[in-house]
């Protein structure tokens, strides 16, 4: 069975433009999470998507944003990047929303900003 | 707001020995707790998941713990081997995952 997978693997913008990652949960997952890690610092949430709606979000400007489709993938958008923006985006998938079920991570995009 | 902190944040340790990282988080109402392993600039490979209601899982050499009541959680690592080098972090789950800072762990062979 696949595992959560997140494209691209790693990429490099500049300041100002605007990038989109993708994230495809585990078959029957519904719920989708999105963390940020930058360098040094521990898993920040970003992004709870769970039946195609979003149930929270963490404390980001609203320059992140995201959706998720009817088969249940996710894409995290960012526009204006910044500098700071630069870190591993983590997603996460489980079978059910917030609740009970054990998650899965995928292995993450590299987003370098310069 | 819920607040998670692990004990040690780095630790050393010669090959074969027994280990315990510790997670300790301030709200006790949590649906689960999990455990994940994070090798460098990779995602997190799920280790074990307990929920609020169990008391300990077991996984191979490794071994989680949970007290909700006091908000502590361990996980015990057996006859450590240098594959198991990597940082560890605990998350608490209530609708969203909570983490640690985790542990970074060097087994030296």
């Known amino acids: 069975e696949a595992g959560v997978t997140q494209s691209p693997t790693h990429l490099i913008k500049t300041r100002g433009q605007q990038v989109t990652l993708r994230c495809s949960p585990i078959?029957?997952?519904?719920?989708v999470y999105w963390y940020q890690q930058a360098l040094g610092l521990g898993l920040q949430f970003l992004l709870w998507?769970?039946?195609?709606?979003?149930?929270n979000r963490g404390n980001f400007p609203p320059r992140f944003s995201g959706r998720q489709f009817p088969n249940y993938s996710s894409e995290l958008n960012v526009n204006a990047l910044e500098l700071e923006d630069s870190a591993l985006y983590l997603c996460a998938s489980s079978p059910m929303g917030g609740g009970i079920a054990e998650a899965f991570f995928g292995q993450g995009t590299r987003l370098t900003v310069v | 707001k819920q607040e998670v902190t692990q004990i040690p944040a780095a630790l050393s340790v010669p090959e074969g020995e027994n280990l315990v990282l510790n997670c300790s988080f301030t709200?006790?109402?949590?649906?689960?707790l999990q455990w994940f392993r994070q090798d460098p600039g990779k995602g997190l490979t799920s280790l074990l998941l307990?929920?609020?209601?169990?008391r300990e899982q077991t996984s191979g050499r490794l071994n989680a713990s949970l007290d909700k009541s006091s908000g502590r959680s361990t996980l015990y690592i057996a006859a450590s081997q240098p594959g198991d080098s990597a940082t560890y972090l605990c998350?608490?789950?209530?609708?969203?995952?909570?983490f640690g800072t985790g542990t970074s762990l060097t087994v030296i062979p």
């Open positions: 078959s029957g997952h519904t719920s």
């Open positions: 307990i929920q609020s209601s169990q």
């Open positions: 998507y769970d039946e195609g709606e979003e149930r």
């Open positions: 709200d006790s109402a949590i649906y689960n």
């Open positions: 998350a608490v789950r209530r609708n969203q995952f909570y």
